[in-house]
Every structure is written in structure tokens, then in C-alpha cells.
């Protein structure tokens, strides 16, 4: 079937941006100092291969393209974080010059203090919590919106989603390691005297940051790496991207939108970010779900399928 072609097509392209970042990751350790933790990386694999082989039973032998479909987006997932991980920490490692203070002047000339917002979550540490809780919830709603879309028969935008993520994380990736920054909190030299109330979920990743740039920490791992891009803000354009990917499921998208609203909301204290961090992660969002819309387009007019409309994808698919 054409639509068939469309999405095994679009999971080729898929496959291969994995491969390349992975190969990249793979001869670092050959052109610098950088090693390999290859512990971390055997939980990724063995989900990855235990998925893509029941995505390939679901395909070949008990036809089940939502179930396939569910299977092998989440194993792109879960292969590309495992590999864009360490693809960051390289890209660090080129210790450019620190932006902090000119992304501190951008903030101030737009009015926006980001110290009162501070303040004002530390004399409300009941609002701050529910904040936390939804920053950290994305992980939970990467996996949703891979079964969601794929469960609703919505099989070409589960490939646009994945494809948006991928694309979003190699800019901001790509961007970081121009731009490079340490973030609000080690910039403004806050302690835990300065914020009794809150902690940022990020304060351990500044460690690994300063030591890649010092050339201290060498260690390529995707369990238990950190999240070490500031500029743009990889959360705020993930938040984008969740939120438009999963609008034309009914009775979803209210839900998501809120909840990604809040997290934009929670991402310049919980992610250490400067309030321009945010906004060019959402152009970043805008740019790349462009990009992989017009990416599906192409595979789809390649096999004489023209893509439908965001709100009709699932009839193209064979949804409801």
C-alpha cells in the first residue's frame, strides 16, 4: 500500500539520522579523549532491539500497523536519546566562550527579571512543586505521545513527532556548541542560601558541564547523562512539539497544551534557563515540526500519496 512506503520510508530516514549521531558517538573515543561508558548504553539496546523485533513480528507476521507502529517510533525514541546524550557532551567540549552574560543583557532588555520570579517561588513553595513535578514529566510525555498518536492510527504523525525531536535536539545540540552557556544559577553564584526553597533540577549537571569544558570529564554515557544545553532550550521546544504533535487528538489536546504551558512556565528556574533560552526554543519547536511536516510531504508525493492536513492525518494513516 502507499501509505506503507510513506511510513517505512519516513522510519529509513529516521534510522539513519540515529546512525549517524551513533557513529559519531562511536569514533569520538578514536580522535580525542574522550571513552565510552558502554554499561549505560546496554538498557537503551537491549529495549531498542526487544521493540524494533516485536515491531518487525507485528509487521511481518500478526498485522498490526498501530502496534508496529508503537513499537519501533518508541525504539527511534529511546535509541536517539541514547545516542544525542553523548553527542551533547562533545559539543560542549569545544569550551567556546561563555554567552551567559550577553543572554543575561537580552533578558534585561526585554524587562524580564529573573531573579523576582525566583523570589516569588521561594515565598510560594506550594506553587513550585506542582512546577517541578510537570518540568520532570517529560520523559512521561514523550512515551504517551509516541501510543497515543500510534494507538489512534495517526502513523504518519508519530513519524513527524519523532522526526520533530530528533531535529530539535541536533539544533539545539549544534546551536549549544556556539553559543555555549552555564545557565542562570552558576552565573548569578546562587547557593542554597540565596534559594532555601527551591533547587533546580538541573544542579547536577553543572559539574559535568564545567568539567567537559575543562577537559576533567571524558565519560560518554546515555543511563544517567545530563542535561547540559542552555541556549536554546531543548524543554521548551520538546513542550512545543508535544503540544502541537498531540493537538488533533480530541481529547488530549487541552490537556497537553496546559500542561506544557506550565512547563514553559517552569523551565527558566527548573531548567537554570534565561527567559531567552525559552523563546528561541520555541522558534527552534516551530522550525523543526516545519521541517519534518515537509519531510513526510516529500516521502509522501515520492509515492503518489499527497499528505493530508495536521487534523486529517489519521484518515491518511487509516485512523479514525
Excluded at 550577553?102 to 520570579?117: H, I, P, S
Excluded at 504533535?245 to 534565561?274: C, E, F, K, Q
Excluded at 486529517?312 to 487509516?318: E, I, P, S, V, Y
Aim: include cysteine; hydrophobic fraction near 60%.
Amino acid at each position: 500500500m502507499p501509505e506503507t512506503a510513506v511510513l517505512r520510508r519516513l522510519d529509513h530516514l529516521i534510522w539513519t539520522l540515529v546512525a549517524i549521531v551513533a557513529a559519531i558517538v562511536l569514533a569520538a573515543p578514536l580522535l580525542s579523549r574522550f571513552h565510552i561508558e558502554w554499561p549505560a548504553f546496554a538498557a537503551p539496546l537491549g529495549a531498542c532491539l526487544a521493540m524494533v523485533g516485536a515491531a518487525w513480528f507485528y509487521r511481518r507476521w500478526r498485522e498490526d500497523a498501530r502496534l508496529a507502529s508503537g513499537l519501533e517510533s518508541t525504539a527511534q525514541v529511546v535509541a536517539f536519546a541514547a545516542v544525542g546524550a553523548p553527542l551533547s557532551y562533545l559539543a560542549a567540549s569545544a569550551n567556546l566562550p561563555l554567552q551567559d552574560h550577553a543572554f543575561d543583557l537580552m533578558d534585561r532588555a526585554l524587562g524580564l527579571d529573573w531573579k523576582a520570579l525566583l523570589d516569588g517561588l521561594n515565598s510560594s513553595p506550594a506553587l513550585y512543586k506542582p512546577l517541578r513535578l510537570i518540568y520532570l514529566s517529560l520523559t512521561l510525555q514523550m512515551t504517551i505521545a509516541v501510543l497515543c498518536l500510534a494507538f489512534t492510527g495517526r502513523l504518519v504523525e508519530v513519524r513527524i513527532y519523532t522526526l520533530a525531536f530528533i531535529l530539535a535536539a541536533l539544533a539545539t545540540i549544534a546551536i549549544s556548541a556556539v553559543l555555549p552557556a552555564a545557565g542562570v544559577w552558576p552565573y548569578y553564584g546562587l547557593t542554597a542560601a540565596d534559594s532555601p526553597h527551591v533547587t533546580p533540577a538541573v544542579n547536577t549537571s553543572w559539574p559535568v558541564f564545567y568539567g567537559l569544558r575543562d577537559g576533567s570529564f571524558r565519560a560518554l554515557v546515555a543511563v544517567g547523562s545530563e542535561g547540559i544545553i542552555t541556549f536554546p532550550s531543548l524543554h521548551a521546544a520538546l513542550a512545543v512539539i508535544l503540544a502541537a504533535t498531540l493537538w488533533p487528538v480530541a481529547y488530549l489536546r487541552w490537556g497537553v497544551l496546559g500542561v506544557n504551558t506550565v512547563m514553559l512556565a517552569a523551565t527558566p528556574i527548573d531548567g537554570s534557563h534565561y527567559f531567552v533560552d525559552v523563546f528561541a526554543g520555541i522558534a527552534v519547536a516551530v522550525l523543526v515540526l516545519l521541517a519534518a511536516r515537509r519531510m513526510a510531504a516529500r516521502a509522501a508525493v515520492k509515492h503518489s500519496l499527497l499528505p493530508a492536513p495536521a487534523g486529517k492525518t489519521a484518515q491518511l494513516a487509516g485512523g479514525e
